[in-house]
């Protein structure tokens, strides 16, 4: 039973950083992409960024050019620098595989002056 735990986040003001960070019990992350999603109440989890396995990223159009996905040596982290936020960026972040399995808690992100 793989346990994902989420953290880093926080209340930021706009334009502030923050760096969000994600443990895995395993090493999951070695044979998956790894994602980042959010989700905002009343919406649905929507996918914003992920690695490949090559060490390829992706991101959605929505955070492109301000969040940076990355991983760490041992395959089990995963890590999501978020700079030049928008209120828009308030959310519950999660990491996960890409395609998801099951989800931890989550770590709230509140951005507002």
């Known amino acids: 039973q793989v346990q994902l735990v989420e953290s880093g986040g926080g209340l930021v003001q706009p334009g502030g950083s923050l760096r969000l960070s994600c443990a895995a019990s395993g090493s999951i992350f070695s044979r998956s992409y790894m994602g980042w999603y959010r989700q905002v109440p009343g919406k649905e989890r929507e996918l914003v960024a992920y690695?490949?396995?090559?060490?390829?990223?992706n991101y959605a159009d929505s955070v492109k050019g301000r969040f940076t996905i990355s991983r760490g040596s041992a395959n089990n982290t995963v890590y999501l620098q978020m700079n030049s936020l928008k209120p828009e960026d308030t959310a519950v972040y999660y990491c996960?595989?890409?395609?998801?399995?099951?989800w931890g808690q989550g770590t709230q992100v509140t951005v507002s002056s």
């Open positions: 690695i490949t396995r090559g060490g390829n990223t």
């Open positions: 996960n595989t890409v395609p998801y399995s099951n």
